[in-house]
């Protein structure tokens, strides 16, 4: 694990950031459930600000040796409070998703807790499955990073 890992709150400094993350084409495609156009600043912009202005969303920059690494965010989905996270893919493989979800988790009262995932992304469903979500069900929907229909695990944490 990365024990030099913290979240803290979004600041705007940390915008720029999150932006640069969000173009790398392959972490788009496999993220698939991502922004229309990753390109489109005024829409990031935009979804950021709704996201920081809604008290009920709990989002939180993943810091590590003091560099901007990604966001964590916890979200009302459906009555229930669903998950996600963007890391910077030059920083995959190095356990920080993991941490930081799990870092967010120990933060959130409710449960259960829903997160989703491209059925192919195996990366994300490791991370997942690491922090003790379990698949509950599937779905599809329109992935915009990949320009078409997408099957998607649902799963769950009901953990302490």
Known sequence: MTAELRLRPVRDDDLPFFFAHEQDAEANWMAAFGPA????????????RRVRADERIVARTVVVDDEVVGHVVAF?????????YWIDPRRWGRGHATAALATLLRELPQRPVRARAAKDNRASLAVLRKCGFVVTGEDKGYANGRGAEVQEWVLEFAGD
């Open 76 to 84: 009302p989905a459906d009555e229930q409070t669903e998950v996600s």
């Open 37 to 48: 156009d990753p390109a489109d600043r005024g829409r990031f912009d935009d979804h950021w």
